[in-house]
Every structure is written in C-alpha cells, then in structure tokens.
C-alpha cells in the first residue's frame, strides 16, 4: 500500500519535511512506537525489529519516556541513534513527571541540538500510580498543554499529543477530552496519537466532536496487534482502559492455546485498522513492544 513513506529521504529532507505534511496527505501514515530497552539483550531484540521495520519504511517511530532517570537517558540516546543510524524518522515522547521547566527545556534543547524534529508532549501519569491525585514538580508542569507551549517555544518541532477516545482516567466526559485536546491544539499541538483503540466507536466519535467543535487536530489511531492477552489486559488495566467484553471474548474462546490467541489477536487488529482506515483515519500508529512480526503482519494485511 502507498504511504507517507520515508525511504526516499536524505537525512537533510528528514530534518526538514514536517510529520505533519505526511499526515495531512491523502494516503494514511503508518508509525511503529518503540520502549528503551532494559538491557543488552532487550536492545538487541530492539535493533532487531527496528531493523526489520526500517524496511517497510514506515512514516515515523516514536519512543516512549519512562518515569526513572536512566531509562529517561536511554530514550534520549535511543531517539538520537534512530535517526543517526537508520533512515527512520524519529519522534521522542516527553512527559512532566518529575521535572522542573528547567529540565523539560534542557531535554527538548538536547534534541534540537542532535535534529531530533518531533516530540510527543504528555503530563505522564502520577508518579503514584492511577487514582493518585496529580503532583506537579514545585518548579513544574501541571499539564501536556503547557509542555506543548514549551516546546513549541523552541520554534523547531512539530508536536504531538495523547488522545483518549475510551475518555481519560481523571476526565468526567467526552466533553473533557474534547476540551482538553483543543486547548493543546491552541498551544501549537499538531496532532494527536491514541490509546491503544479497542472500540472502533469510541475513536470516531471523539474525532467527530473534536470536528465538530471546530477542530483541525488530525487524530492517528493507536493499535497493539495482540499476541498475548494476559499482557494485554495488564497494559489497558495500567492506562485505566477496561477492554471491552467484545475483544476479551473472542480471545478467551481460545482458553490456553497461544496459537490461536495470537491469530485472533493479529485478526481483531486487522479488522480494527481497516474500519479505522476505511473510516478516514490519518493512519495507524502501531504498538509494537519492541518486536516486528505481529506488527508486520497486520501491515501486510493492510
Ligand atoms: P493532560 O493533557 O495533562 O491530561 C491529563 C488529564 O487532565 C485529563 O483528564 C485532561 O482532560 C485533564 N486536563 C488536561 N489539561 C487540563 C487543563 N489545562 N486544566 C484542567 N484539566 C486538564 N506516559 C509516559 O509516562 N510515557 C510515555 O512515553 C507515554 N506515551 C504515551 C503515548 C500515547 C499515544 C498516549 C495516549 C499516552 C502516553 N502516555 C505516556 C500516558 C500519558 O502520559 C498518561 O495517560 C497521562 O495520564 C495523561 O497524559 P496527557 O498528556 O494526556 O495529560
């Protein structure tokens, strides 16, 4: 399938074509999101799918910011071999927790100095787990939003942010999502990437309310082709997003038998990507857990 490929790009032409234009193209992007890895044999497992990956040149790959400082430094080296080392264009996420305006203005400046261009801006969740009550850094940040205006003072990035069609843990309504998704549009935030998407509903109607209230956020889909339900259900219990009934029945009517599980999975993700598409999505942004083969399959499905 055609895309907002980036295989074609000089290093010079990646610095300088926005995401955004590849967004805002009549064919859908695709994007593959990566973790820093622990040690030397989950890197290598890493540089592994990011080398099979690379091959399907994808529009860009994200990596996800951690809560401790090593794994902090590990995103920040990992965003910069990406783009280094590969024809990759990458995009670094960034999140409040933790960090004076200070630090938050010395991570972004390190990525401008080493021409990383794109920075997923988030809050994180508390650094008490979900359902702990938000604190700020006394020197801090309160919300995504304010990191977008930071970040976007810099004047070289495109920015994107999270989006939550299943409704944010701490949000009361659609309402407040809506609300909330606009004010990061109105600090500069050029896009939005969701949660992993189990209901294909629940993404359409956020996206026609942010349409309808005026909105030109472009909102890409997130999706984990599932493997393995137990790890599944533990990461949507983690974001505080119950999977819905209709996706845990079709994966337990294979009670143990992981073949068949990872099938329906790798089916249901599918399915999901080609209603989202089909439904006018920008794109996919897949979930890949730092491994390449279910992602690539459901990409070849598409
Ligand atoms: P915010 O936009 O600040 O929203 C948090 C809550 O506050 C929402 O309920 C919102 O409606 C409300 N709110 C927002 N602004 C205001 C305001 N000005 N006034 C009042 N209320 C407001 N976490 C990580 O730690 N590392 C990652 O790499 C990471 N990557 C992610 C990638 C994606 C695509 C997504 C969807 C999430 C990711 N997260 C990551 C998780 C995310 O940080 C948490 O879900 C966090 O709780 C919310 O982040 P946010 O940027 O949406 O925060």
């Known amino acids: 399938m055609a895309h907002g490929t980036a295989s074609s790009m000089t290093r010079a032409e990646r610095f300088t074509r926005s995401l955004v234009a590849m967004i805002e193209a009549p064919t859908p992007t695709f994007s593959f999101e990566f973790f820093p890895p ?39 080296r990992l965003t910069e071999r990406v783009l280094q080392e590969t024809s990759l264009t990458p995009m670094a996420h960034l999140t409040c927790v933790g960090h004076s305006v200070t630090e938050l203005r010395q991570v972004v400046g390190t990525y401008a100095a080493a021409g990383v261009r794109n920075i997923l801006a988030l809050r994180g969740d508390p650094q008490g787990g979900l359902g702990q009550p938000w604190v700020a850094h006394p020197q801090g940040l309160n919300h995504a939003d304010e ?30 999502d809506v609300a909330t998704l606009i004010r990061k549009e109105q600090q500069g935030a050029e896009f939005a990437i969701t949660q992993m998407v189990f209901d294909v509903d629940n993404y359409l109607r956020l996206r026609d309310e942010l349409a309808r209230r005026g909105s030109r956020l472009p909102v890409i889909p997130g999706l984990m082709p599932i493997t393995n339900a137990r790890q599944v259900v533990r990461m949507a219990e983690l974001a505080g997003q119950p999977m819905p009934r209709a996706v845990t029945d079709r994966l337990e009517r294979h009670g143990d038998d992981a073949e068949a599980v990872r099938e329906e999975g790798l089916a249901i993700a599918t399915e999901s990507a080609r209603h989202l598409l089909d439904e006018g999505a920008p794109g996919i942004h897949f979930i890949t857990m730092n491994r390449s083969s279910a992602t690539l399959e459901v990409f070849g499905n598409l």
């Open 38 to 76: 622990k040690d030397d044999a989950a890197a290598e497992q890493l540089w592994e799918a990011i080398r099979r990956l690379e091959k399907v040149s994808p529009s860009f790959v994200s990596i996800t910011y951690g809560a401790g400082g090593s794994t902090r430094d590990r995103t920040v």
């Open 147 to 176: 990191l977008v205006r930071i970040v976007k003072g810099f004047g070289d990035f495109t920015v994107g942010v999270a989006a939550f069609p299943d409704g944010h843990p701490e949000s009361r309504t659609l309402e407040d």
